[in-house]
């Protein structure tokens, strides 16, 4: 039986593992979503979506699907899933490895304020801004609900769930973006203040610039740290490396 890798995906960066590993004679790959999005893109490999039923949970579909090697490419900010993927791991001795693309670095000009959570972003907002571009996804504007002073432009690829801010307008977008792009959105919609999480990668990036070109506080909510004992790499190719896999 060929060497069975299965990929918590639902990242640029699980996209291109799964294309390498497909590439690769003898390598079954299964990518899991979660199911959050309504129209993922193509994938190479097999593809499941929706939960396994917490930790045990995928340790059993580990061991009855005869898995070789478990990779956490999930979003930086899964946290749950990540320590999921952790337990299931130990339980079941499937050697396991996390992909996390690497966090964004301010730079000279920057005006960022780090904080622990969106509950610390919402909390720090009125002192720095009335009119806030979110960027933190529709799973967050719960946290901000209570901001009844503050007009939001909240930017997420699926329409957010409520509760929000009830002065929010819904901006519904998929990077990659640009950085002239940017600059058109943060002028037209006279946003003073920008909120994202530290997610990492190009494909978003262009706000921070276009922030920093404006001179404009950006609120930047920090990762949540890896379980105890976990280490991350960076890109697919240290991923490879841990998986014993040469180029084709």
């Known amino acids: 039986m060929p060497p069975h890798v299965l990929i918590l995906g639902g990242t640029t960066e699980a996209r ?9 004679p003898g390598v ?7 199911g959050r999005v309504s129209r993922p893109g193509a994938l190479d490999g097999d593809v499941r979506t929706g939960g396994f ?9 580990l061991r009855e699907r005869h898995v ?11 946290e749950s899933i990540t320590a ?22 301010p730079g000279p000009g920057d005006r960022w304020h780090p904080v622990a959570s969106l509950a610390a972003a919402a909390e720090l907002l009125p002192r720095l801004g009335r009119r806030v571009l979110l960027t933190t996804g529709r799973l967050g504007l719960a ?37 002239a792009g940017e600059t058109e959105l943060l002028r037209g919609h006279r946003i003073d203040v920008l909120v994202t999480k530290d ?24 990762r949540p740290p890896l379980p105890a004992g976990v280490t991350a790499v960076p890109d697919v190719a240290g991923v490879l490396e841990r998986l014993g896999l040469t180029p084709p």
């Open 16 to 24: 291109r593992l799964a294309a390498e590993l497909a590439a690769r």
């Open 28 to 34: 079954r790959v299964t990518t899991s979503l979660a």
């Open 53 to 61: 039923g917490g930790a045990d949970g995928l340790a059993a579909w």
């Open 68 to 78: 070789d090697a478990l990779v956490d490419a999930t979003h930086p900010f899964a």
């Open 84 to 105: 999921n993927a952790a337990r299931a791991a130990a339980a079941t001795g499937v050697p396991a490895v996390v992909l996390r693309r690497p966090g964004w670095r």
């Open 143 to 179: 946290a901000f609900a209570h901001l009844t002073g503050l007009h939001f432009v909240a930017r997420s690829v699926e329409p957010p769930e409520p509760p929000m801010p009830p002065d929010t307008h819904v901006l519904l977008a998929r990077g990659p973006f640009t950085v």
């Open 199 to 222: 997610s990492g990668g190009r494909a978003t990036a262009a706000k921070l610039t276009a922030a920093r070109d404006l001179g404009l506080p950006v609120v930047v909510v920090r």
